[in-house]
């Protein structure tokens, strides 16, 4: 009998015994192309040598230098760090575990610095399975069923995905409609401290938010003293192509949270905000007991080390564009491959039936259980309807690894046609 929970839901079954780069190897030798990396986590590739070193070296000195007791250098080190890479104006950073955990405090930050009690969320969202973070998700209901109440305050407004009704610009103009008026009738810009939006919809199915739909949003935001914050925990560090998703689109959010790709697998997870900002969230009011660990610290720098080298970006784009041109090239002969979106390496191939355009989750899920069975490529799906594989190699993928996996994903809509 096990001792572990049964909750994990379970991409697979495989025991895995070390990973290497793009690669994970199982306890009974076989080997396996990770485009899952942990879930768009292991940005430099398992164990990627500096992150090891850095790690290594770091737990050998201290392992656990708790924020409120004392502070390490670390800290001041990686702030710095970060404020050099993120969007400007953000210069001032809160450091804890998780993706949800960093969510929530940038609602709790945004609460403070506004003395306004709601939030506004953008159907489709995923920002974490805790309590108020889940009250905030809206990519499916088997994430809040059962666990009602959730926190109230929470305010879903309309997100333009990329197949719907009319064009892309009606559905545009229909869903910042519908924000305005959710600000009429629902929650009172008085009442409204911040709207929380992931640029590339993550778990709600690799959907980028259009740049005229991010604009409109943070129009509205600046009209109304509501504040903005870009939940870029999926989306960030390299993901995209660019080192954020919202780098290039002029948008500038007031709060930025971080997680996943920050430190390759240590966790540790950042909100980021300006030092006016920040300085609005009385001391005391927050925290938490590993926020800032020395080791994750350690990883995330060199982590950033990694992504900051000459070219990795480029490197990032290249591959995405080799991959999302296959798809492509894929399309013309399996026609149920309805989309394929997504700028760096966070691209999506959305399978819908061609004649009634219906989500198709059985072929999406045979075509990754083909590619995981049969050319040992570890992929997985995304949206609502289950019917997106969403590809998120190692961002160190190679051009080689890159086309073994296309090959793979060739191979198995031929096998399930
Ligand atoms: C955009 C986004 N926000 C928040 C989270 C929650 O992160 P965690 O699972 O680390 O709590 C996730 C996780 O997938 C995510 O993709």
Known sequence: MSHLAPVWFKLTDLQVASGEGSWVTTVDGRRYLDFTAGIAVTSTGHCHPKVVAAIAEQAGRFIHAQVNCYTHPLLEQLAERLAGITPD??????????????????????????????????????????????????????????????????FVAPFPRAIGQGTLDE?????LDELRHLLLSQTAPAETAAMILEPVLGEGGYEPAPARFLQGITEICREHGILFIADEVQAGFGRTGTMFAVDGTGIRPDI???AKGIASGM?????????????????????????????????????????????????????????????????????VLADVRGPGLMVAAEFRDPVTGAPDAARTAAVIAHCRDESNLLLMNAGTYANVIRFMPPLVVTREEMALATTAVRAALDATA
């Open 89 to 154: 104006g953000i210069d001032t950073f809160f450091f804890t575990n998780s993706g949800a955990e960093a969510t929530e405090a940038s609602v709790k930050l945004a609460k403070q610095a506004t003395g306004r009690p709601h939030v506004i969320v953008f159907s489709g969202s995923f920002h974490g399975r805790t309590h108020l973070a889940m009250a905030m998700t809206t990519s499916k209901t088997g994430y809040r069923a059962g666990h009602a109440p959730l926190p109230a305050g929470v």
């Open 171 to 175: 559905r545009i103009d229909a869903c």
């Open 256 to 258: 930025l949270v971080m």
């Open 267 to 335: 966790p540790i997870s950042a909100v980021g905000a300006s030092r006016d900002l920040m300085d609005r969230w009385p001391t005391g009011s927050h925290g938490g007991t590993y926020g800032g660990n020395p080791v994750a610290c350690a990883a995330a720098l060199a982590t950033i080390d990694v992504l900051t080298e000459p070219g990795f970006l480029d490197s990032v784009n290249a591959r995405g564009e080799e991959l999302r041109q296959a798809l492509r090239d894929a399309s013309a002969d399996h026609p």
